[in-house]
Antibody
Framework: EVQLVESGGGLAQPGGSLRLSCAAS????????MHWGRQAPGKGLVWVSR????????SYADSVKGRFTISRDNAKNTVYLQMDSLRAEDTAVYYC??????????WGQGTVVTVSA | QSALTQPPSASGSPGQSVTISCTGT?????????VSWYRQHPGKAPKLLIY???KRPSGVPDRFSGSKSGNTASLTVSGLQADDEADYYC??????????FGGGTKLTVL
């Protein structure tokens, strides 16, 4: 069974940084594009970022562009989200997900990020 | 990058059908056949129901169907069951390797 396990969430101060990881297993990780999405408390899903199979093509939502960086290590079957200059509005559950024809067919359980002084 | 527009709520009785709409623009929903639908139960991760407008992943029952006309996509849930009570989200490819989600629809099974 495909598994995606996020980690790295926690409490950060405004202006601070966090690095999220998503460990993948039970599928050929290097063959799939991966995404990060988030969901603020009581709110809807928001797409955050995407990275293609070899890591050469990356895209971001306008709200995080210039502050967040997505990367991947295919040898470690892991995708990352480096989050810098964090703001209160970045508080959310962050999910990684596997892409299939622009549908996200497998999701992790999420990791909670709280940005507060 | 504005979110796709979904009705905040929908409802139906067990066994009935309900349709949820997802309205975008000619730059996203109207431009590409990459509309997906997800179901999310409280505290759980989303689950993919439909991709590429009307295709179902393996294991998703045919009670779930999708369609698109112009800038509006729709999800129809037939034969409503108690477990269908959840939040439903649409998404669409929006060009430049970006994706948009809808605001979500809370489906209540009466």
């Amino acid at each position: 069974e495909v598994q995606l396990v996020e980690s790295g969430g926690g409490l950060a101060q405004p202006g601070g940084s966090l690095r999220l990881s998503c460990a993948a297993s039970e599928f050929t990780f290097s063959s799939y594009t991966m995404h990060w999405g988030r969901q603020a408390p009581g709110k809807g899903l928001v797409w955050v970022s995407r990275i293609n199979k070899d890591g050469r093509t990356r895209s971001y939502a306008d709200s995080v562009k210039g502050r967040f960086t997505i990367s991947r290590d295919n040898a470690k079957n892991t995708v990352y989200l480096q989050m810098d200059s964090l703001r209160a509005e970045d508080t959310a559950v962050y999910y990684c997900a596997r892409s299939y024809e622009w549908g996200l067919d497998y999701w992790g359980q999420g990791t909670v990020v709280t940005v507060s002084a | 990058q504005s979110a796709l527009t979904q009705p905040p709520s929908a409802s139906g009785s067990p066994g009935q059908s309900v349709t949820i709409s997802c309205t975008g623009t000619s730059s996203d929903v109207g431009a590409y056949d990459f509309v997906s639908w997800y179901r999310q139960h409280p505290g759980k991760a989303p689950k993919l129901l439909i991709y590429e407008v009307n295709k179902r992943p393996s294991g998703v029952p045919d009670r779930f169907s999708g369609s698109k006309s112009g800038n509006t996509a729709s999800l129809t849930v037939s034969g409503l069951q108690a477990d269908d009570e959840a939040d439903y989200y649409c998404s669409s490819y929006a060009g430049s390797n970006k994706m948009l989600f809808g605001g979500g629809t809370k489906l209540t099974v009466l």
